[in-house]
């Protein structure tokens, strides 16, 4: 498609300036006094250094070496990193205004969330200014949090009473208060559950909410060099795309049944009928409510929940501390059976606790980055650049040991002595929530939520660690993905994968004039002067065989050179060219150039569409289609059943006399059962219809993304990181086909278990699972030549019988002299048969004109260089060359077709001798060589007969009162080349298919 060509150009384009724009960036940063910092490697900056958890990573480069003002270069972005308290209490106290922007993930940008997100607006922005207003007022204020006490301390007895019931049992505490606090929040909210305690299903919402905080946390090309987000190259942005659609329409429905509940005069008086007041006077808007409510589900939940898990694993590590607290409880509550939220004030050690729980183990160990909106900013006597990324590590700065005694030992007895320190943001030594403008807005539900729960597992329960562990086998180290949680080990792979593409694209300017300086050296074909990395790619624009034609024609000649990212690409476009091509070297021209998408699951090498024909498997299963599914015998013995599809075909346009019908999909679907028919007795769709029980619609999602730009096939070095994530696409709807192939194989295999005397079907399956037992080909290689058959074959057919009608409609004269031709032969023949096809020269020079001038696969699957010593027009093909047969201009050379772009069926009659079989090099719409197109005579029998059998049928006319010569006829190559207008034609009943009528 134009759009993803267009994509594809322009990341590649912009590859060939990061270099020079990282290189220009840090010139002028060292104009300004920076802080100190790693030295940037070209492109990617320091983003190597990050390795393992980010908050860890930035720690230790500030205490080894930079101090506690620190910059980074993270690809284009400039990033100023502060770890001090005395650091953050200039940033705060002096540039709060100036710091409270926000550095905007690119998945945030989804649906345009950041700008109506209170996380993501700037503070400056009217709309943040409202949003933080309301939820100060409305949703977190010291009147809206009394008004849901209730609904708060029903909420934790659920959760207590969930590990009620699985006393005695290792239960995940974690997992149990996340799904508790949700039900807390959503109660809150709109007064209903969304999950059962302890189990992970939340009717979408949870999942949904969970998935999209991910994907904002995950390594993203588009954050580090911002130039290119519109590319989205890893794809984030578009699978975020779907999760928001969900959150929204979730939160949408609740807000939607809470509007007709008030219009009945039902009010729950919860958070939802605060913001649906101020909704209903103006104040904000629907989406303001929405927005809202995601907001405070994605940030708080995770907040209250890991901070209590954290605490509660502290306290199991360090017994003697659990049992202060526990003092504590007893020695205040004094007997008490249900503990009340009002209690935690009375419960000062408690607190401790979980202070210190967040000074150790901060949820966010990382503040949201913050972004310089404007010059002027200096913190620690440096400059911190307008634009720039600001990074407090607050997991740095709260186990600063200036500020704190043996930093790194949980001590809750540090808050009793130092009681004045609190997490409201005044002492920046402990901002667990952060500071300033953007401090949390959910701390006042957080510092009551918090105490709460803890105080209740503790008072309900005595906790023991599972399996006999002791305290010191207890594993508290962090995870940092979206939030800092226990964990094992991190596991490094996403990180891994992003430095990976980051350093690649340092290499790919290298590379590239390497490759064109070892070019040179060789006498290539002319072509185009290619641009730095990307090559001629943008010179491709349109449909590629018009766009190479044009060069062939106006200037490089019939063998040209283009350089498509790091390959090499040699273009035949002449009958001369492609006859030397394969006659004097077909075998070093046979392998196959592999699209990358095509070796998801291993396909490629077990597919006899892409492996090299010197392979032994190739020449098997080429050796077996052509004997056993394709030979004159296996073709003649399935005629009946060509001939039976054939007649549903026909008979569909027979139901739809006089409308105007879609004659490509009717004959796409007819072929599609055709072919399902002859292999496996079955068919597969509805003619005319889309339906295919998923096998249809998976095949065509496949061969159309085979098709696509893909930055993995211009650069193979970048194949194992998959950049737009077309293989592991690919991998879900290979599975889905050879599930699909699989169960027709085992419902076939199993008819024949269970009674061996059973009537076998006759068709290709049968034919193949008897090589199978045999031992001659193996149960994959079955699946792969249906896959493949499938694949191939339908297209072909179906579309070249489009063009062929699209011709005759718009060449009256042809048509009528087509079907004087039929009556002439057919002497009122009431029923059409295949072999009748034979008989008709004139039909078949009209479907041979119609493969010449648009030929359903204008290039040919692109040909590989095995080896050196290829020659073709005098210019040296190097090995590992794309070789691209553009058979669309070879087929209109003026030096071999009269007027080539003419339709006159009538050349095919004057020569006869003109075949595509691969012998005749100015028509070979089935290739040539060793990679001759298989299914050629299934289609020479099946296509003659389709259109031979609607003509014989119905008189044709052009909808609408249409002309013959406004009937577009241009060309749209995506993954075939098909007509731009999808051809609709109107069948009606010839005389000599009076039995059609009657029936």
Request: glycine share 6%; charged share 25%; aromatic share 8%.
């Amino acid at each position: 498609m134009e759009r993803d060509a267009w994509l594809l150009c322009a990341a590649l384009a912009a590859a060939t300036v990061v270099y020079y724009l990282a290189c220009t960036t840090s010139r002028r940063a060292q104009r300004r006094r920076l802080p100190p910092g790693p030295t940037p490697l070209p492109v990617i900056g320091n983003v190597l250094s990050l390795r393992g958890n980010m908050h860890h990573a930035l720690a230790r480069l500030a205490r080894e070496r930079y101090g506690p003002v620190m910059a980074l270069k993270l690809g284009l972005v400039t990033a100023v990193v502060v770890s001090s308290p005395d650091a953050a209490r200039e940033a705060f106290t002096k540039h709060d205004r100036r710091l409270a922007a926000r550095a905007v993930p690119d998945t945030s940008r989804v649906r345009g969330f950041a700008d109506r997100s209170m996380i993501w607006l700037p503070s400056s922005d009217t709309r943040w200014k409202t949003l933080r207003g309301v939820v100060a007022t409305h949703v977190f204020s010291p009147r809206s949090i009394a008004a849901a006490r209730g609904v708060r301390e029903r909420k934790v007895r659920d959760i207590v009473g969930y590990f009620a019931a699985h006393v005695g049992e290792v239960v995940d505490v974690g997992e149990a208060v996340y799904s508790g606090v949700v039900n807390l929040v959503s109660n809150a909210f709109f007064s209903g559950d969304v999950v059962d305690v302890g189990e992970e299903s939340a009717h979408g919402l949870r999942e949904a909410v969970e998935d999209i905080i991910l994907a904002i946390a995950k390594p993203n090309v588009s954050d580090l060099f911002p130039f290119l987000r519109p590319l989205d190259l890893q794809g984030w942005r578009r699978w975020a795309e779907k999760r928001y659609d969900t959150v929204f329409d979730i939160l949408d429905n609740i807000t939607n049944s809470r509007l007709a509940d008030a219009s009945a005069g039902n009010h729950a008086g919860d958070f939802l009928d605060s913001l649906l007041g101020l909704m209903s006077y103006g104040k904000i808007a629907r989406d303001d409510v929405t927005t809202i409510m995601f907001d405070v589900f994605g940030a708080g939940t995770d907040t209250i929940a890991i901070t209590v898990q954290w605490a509660m694993a502290e306290l199991l590590r360090n017994p003697s501390i659990m049992a202060k607290a526990r003092t504590e409880m007893e020695d205040v509550l004094a007997g008490k059976k249900t503990i009340e939220e009002n209690d935690t004030e009375k419960l000062p050690y408690l607190r401790a606790v979980i202070k210190e729980a967040m000074r150790l183990h901060p949820v966010a160990p990382i503040l949201l980055p913050h972004q310089a909106a404007e010059d002027g900013v200096e913190i620690g006597g440096y400059a911190v650049p307008k634009g720039s990324t600001v990074i407090f590590n607050v997991w740095a700065i709260m186990r600063d040991p200036t500020a704190w005694e043996r930093p790194d030992e949980f001590m809750p007895e540090r808050f009793l002595q130092r009681a004045e320190v609190d997490f409201r943001g005044k002492d920046f030594e402990f901002m667990p929530f952060g500071a300033g403008r953007r401090l949390c807005p959910g701390l006042p539900m957080a510092e009551r939520v918090v105490p709460f729960i803890l105080a209740s597992l503790l008072h309900a329960f005595e906790w023991r660690l599972p399996d006999g562990m002791s305290a010191e086998e207890l594993d508290v180290s962090e995870k940092f993905t979206t939030a800092n949680v226990l964990t094992v080990p991190l596991k490094a792979r996403e990180a891994w994968l992003l430095c990976a593409v980051l350093a690649a694209a340092t290499v790919v300017y290298y590379l590239a004039c390497t490759t064109s300086r070892r070019a040179r050296r060789r006498r290539l074909p002319p072509g185009p002067t290619p641009l730095p990395v990307i090559g001629n790619v943008l010179g491709l624009r349109g449909n590629m065989h018009h766009a190479l034609a044009r060069l062939a024609r106006e200037r490089y000649g019939p063998v040209m050179t283009l350089k498509l990212g790091l390959v090499t690409a040699v273009v035949v476009s002449s009958p001369g060219a492609a006859r030397e091509a394969f006659t004097r070297h077909d075998r070093r021209l046979a392998a196959r150039t592999v699209p990358d998408i095509s070796r998801a699951r291993g396909l490629a090498g077990r597919s006899m569409i892409w492996l090299p024909s010197s392979d032994p498997r190739w020449k098997t299963l080429r050796g077996v289609v052509a004997a056993h599914v394709f030979s004159p015998r296996s073709l003649a013995a399935a005629r009946g059943v060509r001939e039976r599809k054939v007649r549903d075909i026909v008979g569909y346009f027979a139901v739809h006399p006089g409308e105007a019908v879609d004659v490509g999909e009717a004959v796409y679907g007819g072929v599609i059962n055709l072919v399902s028919n002859a292999f496996f007795s079955a068919d597969v769709v509805d003619v005319g219809k889309e339906s295919a029980h998923g096998l249809r619609k998976t095949v065509e999602d496949m061969i159309s993304a085979i098709a696509k730009p893909n930055v993995s096939d211009l650069f193979p070095f970048l194949r194992p990181l998959d950049l737009q994530g077309w293989r592991r696409w690919a991998e879900k709807r290979i599975d889905e086909i050879y599930g699909i192939l699989d169960d027709k194989i085992n419902s076939r295999l199993a008819d024949t278990d269970a009674d061996a005397s059973t009537k076998k079907h006759g068709d290709f399956l049968d034919s193949l699972l008897e090589l199978m037992s045999a031992g001659k080909i193996a149960r994959d290689d079955v699946t792969n030549i249906m896959f493949e058959v499938f694949g191939a074959g339908t297209d072909t057919i179906s579309i070249t019988v489009e063009w062929a009608m699209a011709e005759l409609l718009r060449n009256p004269s042809i048509m009528a002299k087509v079907r004087a031709e039929m009556d002439d032969v057919l002497a009122g023949k009431k029923t059409i048969e295949e072999n009748d096809t034979e008989k008709l020269p004139y039909l078949r020079a009209v479907i041979k004109e119609a493969m010449r001038l648009h030929p359903v696969a204008p290039i040919l699957l692109p040909h590989h260089t095995a080896e050196d010593g290829v020659e073709i027009g005098g210019y040296a093909v190097p090995k590992g060359s794309t070789v691209i047969f553009n058979v669309w201009a070879i087929m209109r050379d003026p030096t071999a077709w009269e007027r080539p772009d003419e339709f006159m069926p009538e050349r095919f009659l004057q020569r006869a001798e003109v075949d595509f079989r691969g012998k005749d090099f100015e028509f070979m719409p089935f290739g040539a060589g060793r990679r001759l197109c298989p299914g050629l005579p299934m289609a020479e029998r099946v296509v003659p007969f389709i259109l031979a059998s609607l003509l014989h049928a119905f008189e044709w006319r052009l909808p609408d009162g249409m002309s013959a010569e406004e009937l577009d006829v241009s060309e749209k190559f995506t993954t075939a080349n098909v007509l731009t207008v999808p051809l609709k034609a109107v069948p009606i009943l010839a005389s000599s298919a009076s039995e059609l009528q009657a029936s």
